[in-house]
Nanobody, 125 residues
Framework: QVQLVESGGGLVQAGGSLRLSCAASGRTFSSYAMGWFRQAPGKDSEFVATISWSGGNTYYADSVKGRFTTSRDNAKNTVYLQMNSLKPEDTAVYYC??????????????????WGQGTQVTVSS
């Protein structure tokens, strides 16, 4: 069982930056690949980024590539999403999630077993 708690969301102007954190409980955090998804009002959930258990592999949605960076600190049981050059279209609730054990990095939300409660990110124009 893994419990995830996101933090770091807020209101920022276009062009600004935010760093989201996702703190995980459980001693096996380092066994899980992790991912970030977001959901804007009236829209489907969207893959944002994923990172392998070691942090050595990362993948991003085209819409955030070059602006967002995900990383992790397994000693702190925490995964991060650094968001730079934010745009109004980045406004959404952001969720971190843990991939099913045995599955590596994934863009498919159906392969994620554990989810945080989400944190709101609002980018004003």
């Amino acid at each position: 069982q893994v419990q995830l708690v996101e933090s770091g969301g807020g209101l920022v102007q276009a062009g600004g930056s935010l760093r989201l954190s996702c703190a995980a409980s459980g001693r096996t955090f380092s066994s899980y690949a992790m991912g970030w998804f977001r959901q804007a009002p009236g829209k489907d959930s969207e893959f944002v980024a994923t990172i392998s258990w070691s942090g050595g592999n990362t993948y991003y949605a085209d819409s955030v590539k070059g602006r967002f960076t995900t990383s992790r600190d397994n000693a702190k049981n925490t995964v991060y999403l650094q968001m730079n050059s934010l745009k109004p279209e980045d406004t959404a609730v952001y969720y971190c999630a843990a991939v099913r054990l045995g599955v590596g990095v994934s863009r498919d939300r159906d392969q994620y077993d554990y989810w945080g409660q989400g944190t709101q990110v609002t980018v004003s124009s």
